[in-house]
């Protein structure tokens, strides 16, 4: 795995350490401060690129193109809010998703699964154990977004996304967000409709290298990627992990996320 992260500045392989522990109080800080944090040069030199030769192929014959037009929730409407509040109003995704079943014996996968980082992530999220998800395509993805595709402003289902941006785009394909848009007692649906209009002076662009490690916490801080402008695609891989052990998606949401069920 040496060879694969950079151990020496990221010493997950040496748990309880000094250097450990300094890593995981300055990742928690940063983490309560600004909802999220990166890890730069988490990928030594070289790995992502080769990490996007394994994937590439795979993408470009047997991915699945996600297209859809959603709301900033993904949800058909919210009780006690007009369906025309402008909150509601659709915004649309086109990316391109490759699942785990797809690239076995990868280099992502190797580092999806390597427990140190499983570990390393449970404690700066101050939880006693995560686990790598059993689902066999949701465990690990990874997204390209091509010449004119774009995430669009959403807020994530679950509490944390880890991902690892692989390649990036030539121009677009910036990362944007607006921290604490909502919090879990006030949905702020006039903040979010103010955001989706292009209004909000507090969003900002997250500027990540390829070979990044980042944790977010993104339930509450609405986010997107911006349309992707140019000729190479911005490939990011995206890691899930559950408090409890077994966890899989039904055969109705892999179809939903993945265009199958199996
Ligand atoms: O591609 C990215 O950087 C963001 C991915 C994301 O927001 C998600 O998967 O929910
Ligand atoms: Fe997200």
């Not at 944390?160 to 910036?174: D, P, S, Y």
């Not at 944007?176 to 409709?193: C, I, K, M």
């Not at 989706?196 to 990044?212: C, F, N, S, W, Y």
Request: net charge neutral; glycine share 6%.
């Amino acid at each position: 795995m040496k060879d694969l992260i950079d151990l020496d500045r990221y010493p997950l392989d040496r748990e309880n350490s000094g250097a450990w522990s300094a890593l995981v109080e300055k990742s928690r800080a940063e983490l309560a401060r600004d909802g999220m944090f990166n890890l730069e040069g988490f990928l030594r030199p070289g790995v992502a690129e080769k990490a996007v030769a394994e994937i590439r192929p795979i993408m470009a014959s047997r991915s699945h193109e996600h297209r859809r037009w959603h709301n900033i929730y993904f949800k058909p409407d919210l009780p006690g809010l007009a369906a025309d509040h402008p909150a509601l109003q659709k915004v649309e995704t086109i990316n391109h998703t490759v699942c785990a079943d797809q690239f076995p014996d990868s280099l992502i996968l190797a580092v999806y699964e390597y427990e140190p980082l499983i570990r390393f992530l449970a404690a700066t999220m101050d939880k006693p154990r995560l686990y790598a998800m059993e689902d066999p395509l949701a465990r690990a993805n990874v997204m390209s977004y091509r010449q004119g595709e774009a995430l669009n402003w959403h807020f994530d289902r679950s509490e944390f996304t880890t991902t690892l941006l692989l390649q990036a785009a030539e121009q677009g394909g910036e990362f944007e967000y607006r921290t604490d848009l909502r919090s879990d007692d006030d949905p702020n649906y006039d903040g979010v409709a103010r955001l989706l209009a292009g209004h909000d002076e507090q969003a900002r662009i997250m500027k990540v290298r390829p070979g990044t490690l980042n944790v977010f916490r993104g339930k509450n801080t609405a986010h997107r990627v911006t349309t992707v402008r140019g000729r190479r695609d911005r490939m990011i891989a995206v890691f899930s992990y559950y408090e409890r052990p077994g966890v899989t998606f039904s055969p109705e949401e892999r179809l939903g996320f993945y265009g199958r069920s199996r």
